[in-house]
């Protein structure tokens, strides 16, 4: 294929010496030509070509002008200047301002033109790849950091898995124990020992607290087995808002639905979906101790965009394509630090204090979604608020693929 | 009438003792403890109980191991096991574990005695 060549020079003469001395090299060289740096710009950004090469003193400006304004467009395209004899030091000015070399216009200009082109175009090349590797290397880089983290969040989650379960044998045989036997002593003491009695009544109390204690930390630790069916997300979070309403009225906070009517259904179980919203609502909450507003934003989107988990590969959680069914919560409250973003959805993590809670709710909240093969993602901005996004499968296209 | 007779695998010695005594405490049944899983098979087969209590997560054979034994004899295939577990809670797997009820730990006395009536009853 020729190489197209862009010759922008207001002499006639050295257009035309220009175009034989290329004619006569053994490469298929089509040499465009403009006058001055108006047309040659138009010309640059109108058509793609291999190389310019560019008189410095041009009619109406000059070289360095021309790629002044070709960088200011973001163009990239070879740019070589032609010089009159004695300006290189003008040229060499050029080069640090990105023009890829210089020729002067003397008895040697014929002989080095081809050379000077095909060498341009050469570091051209070559540089438009190693930008391409540079940005495949940091690509690469931030996958590897994003597997990293989700690797080192799994192994953090199944060591509490595991911590969990052996909690509830060990923790759950000594209350049996206690258990049966304050039964038994029930039994046993007189109804004129009310004191024992009591004794008793707040030992099975306890029992049954170190009990709940133990549930709750299984059920973070496993997400039990999910109930999967197409549900209403609209219908899932009107319940959840329900049980925190009594929460807003208290805490002064305007509650602003926009929700889209008519969405097609989610792929979820609709007791673990409550409790995600149940989980992201008192988050917003407790964000905003002042009152504030929770944008509550349900959508249905076609994903069109690779990034993270969305893409063609078999163990991509999205494919592209494929519906998803968004929900945003979106609070005007205190915002959290980009150090504590990054920690927000590990076990154990809270800015809440020893009375806020146990640091379990957001981790939780991403279990479940994770089970769901979906997507929990936040952002957020310190004094603004934060918004946290749940992508979920829609129930048609999951069903549609699984035949 | 006739005391129902409850046989108790479990290595919790202090869980079995409480059992034995709650249970029999109500007038109603006869309670064998065994606390060496490897043992149940004999237990079973010496007692004839007419329920076994066996738990699940215990050294040498567990809980599968020693229903599968259990199930393979013909004498004792027909009485009912229900599992006695600390590792899922009440209601958590549809109530039963490989085909067998379970009762959760911790169990109030109470509870247990209405479990076992349940079972007996079926």
């Known amino acids: 294929m020729a190489l197209k060549i862009l010759l922008i020079e207001d002499n006639p003469d050295h257009i035309e010496i220009t175009k034989r001395i290329l004619r006569k090299t053994s490469e298929d060289y089509q040499l465009d030509s403009a006058m001055d740096s108006r047309e040659g710009l138009k010309m640059i950004f109108e058509g793609s070509y291999d190389a310019v090469l560019c008189d410095y003193r041009l009619p109406d400006s000059t070289a360095l002008d021309v790629l002044k304004e070709i960088n200011n467009k973001n163009k990239k395209v070879p740019f070589i200047v032609v010089t009159a004899l004695g300006n290189e030091k003008v040229a060499v000015d050029m080069m640090k301002e990105g023009a890829y070399d210089y020729i002067v216009k003397d008895v040697l200009y014929s002989d080095a033109l081809d050379m000077v082109i095909k060498k341009a175009i050469d570091r051209y090349r070559v540089n438009k790849e190693k930008e391409r590797l540079e940005k495949e290397v940091i690509k690469a880089y931030r996958e590897l950091k994003e597997t990293q983290g989700q690797l080192i969040q799994a192994e953090k989650l199944s060591a509490v898995g595991q911590l969990a379960s052996g909690v509830a044998h060990e923790v759950r045989n000594p209350l049996g124990i206690i258990l049966q036997g304050v039964n038994y002593l029930e039994k046993k003491i007189s109804a004129k020992e009310t004191d024992i009695y009591e004794i008793l009544i707040m030992l099975k109390d306890n029992v049954k607290r170190a009990d709940k204690i133990v549930n709750a930390l299984l059920d973070f630790s496993r997400a039990a087995s999910l109930d999967l069916k197409p549900e209403d997300v609209n219908s899932i979070l009107e319940v959840s808002i329900s049980l925190v309403r009594t929460r807003f009225k208290f805490e002064n906070i305007d509650v602003i639905m926009e929700t889209k009517q008519d969405m097609p259904s989610a792929l979820a179980d609709k007791n673990k979906l409550e409790q995600v919203f149940i989980n992201l609502l008192l988050n917003a909450i407790q964000a905003m101790p002042a009152g504030g507003k929770i944008i509550i934003r349900t959508y249905d989107k076609i994903l069109e965009e690779i990034k993270k988990g969305i893409g063609r590969r078999e163990d991509d959680c999205f494919r592209v394509g494929e519906k998803a069914i968004i929900i945003e919560i979106e609070d005007t409250g205190s915002g959290i630090s980009e150090e504590n973003l990054k920690k927000i959805f590990d076990p154990f993590f809270t800015t809440k204090g020893p009375a806020g809670g146990a640091g379990l709710g957001l981790s939780v909240t991403q279990n479940i979604i994770n089970e769901h093969k979906g997507f929990i993602s936040v952002e957020s901005q310190i004094g603004k608020g934060t918004k946290l996004t749940v992508i979920l499968h829609a129930a048609e296209d999951v069903l549609k693929r699984e035949g | ?122």
Do not use: C, Q, R, W
């Open chain 2, 1 to 122: 009438m006739d005391k129902k007779k409850i046989l108790i695998i479990d290595d919790e010695e202090g869980f079995t003792k409480m059992v034995k005594l709650n249970l029999e405490e109500t007038g109603e049944y006869t309670v064998k403890i065994e606390n060496n899983s490897n043992n149940a098979f004999m237990a079973a087969k010496e007692f004839k109980p007419d329920l076994i209590l066996l738990d699940i997560m215990m050294p040498g054979m567990d809980g599968g191991d020693v229903a599968s034994e259990l199930k393979s004899d013909n004498a004792l295939k027909d009485i009912p096991v229900v599992f006695l577990t600390a590792i899922v809670k009440e209601g958590e797997i549809d109530g039963s574990i490989g085909g067998h009820p379970f009762i959760a730990k911790p169990v109030s006395a109470e509870d247990l005695v209405k479990h076992i009536k349940k079972y007996i009853a079926k």
